[in-house]
Each structure stands twice: as structure tokens, then as C-alpha cells.
């Protein structure tokens, strides 16, 4: 009489499939939590280097203060470094996630991204104004005076913009994790009753 081969059992192979689907969510549950570290580190850096940026000489003194553009940059990064660990310490705990849930990060990755791309874009054209003047509102080269607080506020603007990046693929990630619970669409053919989903999974 043979005997029987444990191991390849439907439930062991039921057991063998579970685990293997553990394993990847795991993993994604890691990178998607690393993917949300790594803007927070780049907030901080851009605030840091732009909290810093003053000048004083023989024209005077400049303090990212004295600019708007500026002060938004530095409260768009802090409240998107605050966000980035917030985020990053909800998509580590091992919770399934809920239709609430991924709602909630679809919507707040949305805002936030246009929250960073606005200031860096807003910096941007200050930077621009401040390199090159601009004679019709009497805005002077003062990047010719203050080279180094130019320089400054290009660093942080430049980091701001990786921020931007680091922003859209989440946006792209968690729009994925919110419409993939929706089923895909049935398309009904009248009369022959033919069901075909649009979408495959």
C-alpha cells in the first residue's frame, strides 16, 4: 500500500500559499514605510538648510523671513516632515488595510504633494527673480549682493522639488491601494448573457 505524500495535500498547499502572500505584503508593508522615511529625511534637510539662511553685509541683511515664498517653503517641509513619519509609523503597524484607511492616505498624499509642489514652484520664481531682477516692478539682481544666501535657498528649493517626486509616487501608490479594492467593471451583453470584466486583477 503507498503511502500518501503529506506535503503536497491541498491543505498544505493552502498553508504554503498563505504564507507566501504573508511574505509579500510584509515586504510591501516595508517598502511602502521606507518609501514614506524618505521624504520626511528630505523635509527636514530643506528646512534645516533654509531656517539657516541669512546674510548680512555691507548692503544690509537677508533673512529667509523678509520672503514670503520663503517662510511658506519652510512650514510647506515641516508639515510634510510631520506627515512623512506620521504615515510612515500607521503603514508599519501590521493592521489590514481598511477602505477608510485607504482613503485617507489617498486623499492627504494628494494634498500634500500639491501643498510641496507649490512651494517649491513659488521659490522658485523667487529665486529667479532675485538672480535675474525684473526692471517693471523695480525688483533688483540681489543674488549679486547676497550670493550666498542664493545659494542657500537653491539648495533647499532643489531638495523641496525631490520632496515633490518622492510625493508623486506615493500619490501613485496609494491611489493603487485604494482602487484595487473596487472590483473591476462587468460589461453585459443583452440577450446572450455574457459577463466580462474590463479589468483583470
Known amino acids: 500500500m503507498e503511502k500518501r ?3 503536497s495535500s491541498p491543505m498544505a498547499m493552502m498553508g504554503s500559499g ?14 511602502e514605510t521606507l518609501l514614506r522615511l524618505v521624504p520626511m529625511a528630505l523635509c527636514v534637510s530643506a528646512l534645516v ?5 541669512s546674510q ?3 548692503f544690509g ?5 523678509d520672503l514670503g515664498a520663503f517662510r511658506y517653503l519652510v512650514n510647506a517641509n515641516g508639515i ?22 485607504a482613503w485617507a492616505f489617498f486623499l492627504l498624499d494628494q494634498l500634500l504633494t500639491y501643498v510641496i509642489l507649490a512651494a517649491g514652484t513659488v521659490s522658485t520664481e523667487v529665486l529667479y527673480l532675485a538672480s535675474k531682477g525684473d526692471t517693471t516692478i523695480t525688483w533688483s539682481e540681489a543674488c549679486v549682493s547676497f550670493g550666498g544666501f542664493c545659494h542657500r535657498a537653491l539648495i533647499s528649493t532643489v531638495i523641496t522639488f525631490a520632496v515633490v517626486i518622492c510625493y508623486a509616487v506615493l500619490s501613485l501608490l496609494s491611489s493603487y491601494n485604494l482602487f484595487s479594492k473596487y472590483d473591476s ?6 440577450g446572450k448573457g455574457i459577463e466580462i470584466a474590463t479589468f483583470h486583477g
Do not use: F, H, Q, W
Request: glycine share 6%; charged share 20%.
Open 5 to 7: 505524500d503529506r506535503g
Open 18 to 31: 498563505g504564507d507566501e502572500n504573508e511574505d509579500v505584503k510584509t515586504t510591501m508593508r516595508t517598502a
Open 49 to 53: 538648510v533654509m531656517l539657516k539662511n
Open 56 to 58: 548680512t553685509n555691507d
Open 61 to 65: 541683511s537677508l533673512s529667509y523671513s
Open 80 to 101: 510634510c516632515a510631520g506627515y512623512s513619519l506620521l504615515s510612515a509609523v500607521i503603514v508599519a503597524m501590521p493592521r489590514p488595510s481598511t477602505m477608510p484607511r
Open 185 to 190: 467593471p462587468v460589461l453585459t451583453y443583452p
